[in-house]
């Protein structure tokens, strides 16, 4: 994120830190997606992926293929809970940005005070919408997956699972997950393919890949 | 100890329950917890029959699992867990029947 001066223009690039024989989307400020193999290269595709450890992120081009043959290492019950602790605590500095405005905005108008108190609530509500389920669905992360290091895909096909069947996997897996004593959200710690109940319901899993940082919070940069 | 043995005071932790009112396989079970952590096993008994099972297998596979550096085997646990589901099921609908859900779950 600090040594981009100069910019190189848009388009297709080697990322450092990414497996040989693979390549990123460089938007002209910043990686889009995660790497892609890059055609005609399928022996050292393949060589990369034995040193990597892992597979390659199925991913870029949304709903890309995963490489055929890798293998995944799942996210750990431990490392998912920290992310998604991560993840409720993300939107509380805009709650008390809203709350701090709202307040004084208050002071000098009732009316404006409740108008900007009741959008700026539907604001981060609908930014956690955004950020937390629509997202993730299209790159396979929310900002807590990404600094622990793992992607939500589909156990099938290794595709990302879409914005709307995210939503679903949210709110009806999550409800399911809690129905009977939260044992839907403990099942990871001891299933083999690590899934919860809504892994199973949405045939999603929770695949490991490198580490990100928090900030931006768009990491491709435009919204979908 | 402490904190666990007033979880009776408590209002419900379960979601579940606060939205439907009604009492899922394992309602109870935190409730029997506390009991059995204040050395009221009949009470304890009364809000959930099944948390020594429960106790058991937590101990017997957390164990294990610790001296296997691993996960359990899913060989084990699957079998395990629909073994789980057929008792606590039997279980629950035993209290259903003889009423002592209602007054678990409160109604």
């Known amino acids: 994120m600090s040594d981009q001066n100069p910019q190189p223009p848009a388009g297709w690039y080697p990322a450092p830190g990414d497996p040989e024989g693979t390549q990123r989307y460089w938007d002209g400020a910043g990686w889009q997606g995660g790497p892609q193999p890059i055609a005609g290269a399928p022996a050292q595709q393949a060589a990369a992926q034995g040193a990597y450890g892992g597979q390659p992120a199925p991913q870029g081009a949304y709903g890309a293929p995963a490489a055929a043959g890798g293998q995944r290492t799942y996210a750990d019950w431990g490392t998912r809970l920290l992310a998604t602790l991560i993840d409720g605590v993300l939107l509380f500095p805009a709650y008390l940005v809203v709350l701090i405005l709202t307040i004084i905005v208050w002071a000098i108008s009732d009316v404006l005070g409740i108008l900007v108190g009741l959008v700026g609530y539907l604001g981060v509500i609908g930014l956690g919408i955004y950020l937390l389920m629509w997202l993730p669905g299209l790159t396979g992360q929310t900002p807590g997956k990404r600094i622990m290091g793992y992607e939500i895909v589909r156990e099938d096909t290794g595709r990302y699972l879409g914005g709307g069947a995210y939503i679903g996997r949210s709110i009806i897996g999550g409800f399911v997950n809690g129905l009977i004593c939260y044992i839907g959200w403990l099942w990871p710690l001891w299933d083999a393919k690590n899934q919860t109940w809504a892994d199973k319901i949405f045939t999603s899993s929770a695949v490991t890949r490198d580490k990100g940082s928090l900030l931006p919070l768009f990491p491709n940069g435009k919204p979908f | ?107």
Do not use: Y
């Open chain 2, 1 to 107: 100890m402490a904190l666990v043995a007033t979880v009776g005071g408590l209002p419900a932790l379960c979601p579940f329950r606060v939205c439907t009112g009604l009492a899922c396989p394992l309602c109870g079970m935190t409730r029997a917890l506390g009991s059995m952590a204040t050395g009221d096993v009949a009470a304890s008994l009364r809000h959930h029959p099944l948390l020594l099972l429960v106790a058991g297998q937590v101990a017997v596979v957390g164990v294990a699992s610790i001296r296997a550096g691993g996960k359990p085997s899913s060989r084990i646990m699957n079998p395990l867990m629909v073994a789980n589901a057929v008792v606590f099921t039997a279980v629950w609908l035993l209290r259903w029947r003889t009423g002592s859900l209602d007054t678990v779950a409160g109604n």
